[in-house]
């Protein structure tokens, strides 16, 4: 364990490594984020960026929903996009809409531009973030950062795209262009999760959400190369990497491919069949529908209860949404879904030991 000296949860850790685990380990993307009454009265005084930058503030917010809702893992609280200014490259959060460029990237020289960076100097407060966290927290903590194909589809369309069409383009017209840029961004990020381990992350998640808008064929000529080198320059570091993105159910076999060691499902394709596209040497993650959260407490249990019974049919999983939590959800609602995974016993007795056979 990373963490402290004293025991951590570590059935987040277990399960990401496909080993027996006491209960169903969950956790939600987004779980720090404007559903909790007490962030969104500290978004009131500070910025999202602001957040990022105050490590102390930083930690309590990371903190807040491992308090609040009982999860077995932490998320560092920040953005994809704050390496990218790292990158050299200013842009704004906007409320609602997402990330928004100063001046997006489409030519030669923009993408000469942009720069690598040493983490420890350009964004010293999250690591410090962290450092903070890593002895403080009682469950591990995930470091994380943008995957390549969605920082570029943010910088090249110069905000949120429902196409990506200029994305796509650059990719098809310029793939000399393209691979120049997927080179700087996997190596950039590759490093900035290594800084991310190296200060006290238990595990990372790469956050490749848009890139379920390519082909199969397009995907595996022109970024898994390079989520494949980022995942084998992780690999030595013996921490659990995860890889998600929304709309992937074809690209599932390409993730276990590439080298991933949970990978993320969203909420239309079904577990079971996720797992027939990994394999057995990844765990899965995911995937109740986030607006599953707006439905009466009971019908909510049978939607939880469908996810988990096809998650634990085989060992490696681990309960979460198939995207993030939306703003409008009720606590209240988060509280229960762990309620109900941590109870839940699985048919499947390989996937689960009793604590006294884990001691
Ligand atoms: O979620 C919140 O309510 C917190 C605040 C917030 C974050 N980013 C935190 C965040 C806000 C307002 C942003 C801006 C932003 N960045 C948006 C718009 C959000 C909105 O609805 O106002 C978007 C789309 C981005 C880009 C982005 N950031 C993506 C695509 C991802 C990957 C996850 C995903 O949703 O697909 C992020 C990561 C992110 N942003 C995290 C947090 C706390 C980290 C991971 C996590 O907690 O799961």
Redesign the pocket.
């Known amino acids: 364990m990373r963490n402290g000296d004293f025991a951590v949860n570590n059935r987040f850790l277990r399960a990401c490594r496909r080993e027996p685990v006491d209960r169903v380990p969950v956790w ?8 909790d009454p007490e ?1 969104r009265q500290i978004r009131e005084t500070y910025t ?1 960026l602001d957040i990022c930058r105050e490590p102390e503030l930083c930690a309590r917010v990371t903190r807040m929903p491992v308090d609040k809702l009982g999860v077995d893992a932490a ?7 704050v390496p990218v200014g790292a990158m050299g490259m200013s842009f704004s ?7 928004v460029m100063e001046r997006p990237l489409r030519t030669d020289e923009d993408v000469a531009r942009l720069h690598a960076f040493d983490p420890e100097e350009a964004l010293p407060y999250v690591l410090e973030t962290i450092r903070h966290l890593a002895k403080a927290l009682p469950v591990p903590l995930i470091g ?1 950062a ?1 995957g390549p194909f ?1 920082l570029a589809s ?1 910088m090249i369309e110069g905000g ?1 795209s429902r196409d990506y069409l200029r994305t796509k383009t650059m990719m098809l017209a310029r793939p000399d262009l393209w691979h120049a840029l997927m080179d700087k961004l996997s190596q950039a990020m590759s490093r900035y999760l290594r800084a991310q381990i190296q200060a006290g992350a238990s595990a990372v ?1 790469i ?1 490749d ?2 890139v379920g808008s390519l082909s199969v064929h397009t995907f595996r000529a022109h970024v898994k190369p390079y989520v494949q080198r980022m995942l084998t320059d992780l690999a030595p570091l013996g921490v659990p990497v995860i890889y998600f993105g ?1 709309h992937t159910g074809e690209l599932l076999a390409e993730f276990a491919e590439a080298g991933a060691t949970v990978v993320g499902v969203d909420w239309r394709t079904p577990l079971d069949r996720a797992r027939q596209r990994v394999g057995t040497s990844v765990a899965l993650q995911g995937n109740l529908d986030p607006v599953s959260l707006f439905a009466p407490p009971d019908a909510l249990r049978r939607e939880v209860e469908t996810v988990l019974r096809l998650g634990t049919e085989s060992p490696g999983y681990i309960f979460n949404l198939g ?3 939306k ?1 409008t959800t009720d606590l209240a609602q988060l509280q229960r879904v762990v309620e109900w995974v941590h109870a839940f016993e699985p048919q499947n007795q390989a996937a689960r030991r009793t604590k006294e056979e884990l001691a």
């Open positions: 939600f993307m987004r779980q720090a984020g404007r559903y962030y999202l998320i560092l609280f920040s953005d994809i996009m959060l906007q409320e609602n809409v997402g990330p994380f943008g969605t943010y949120p998640q956050f959400s848009w929304v995207h993030g939590v703003p």
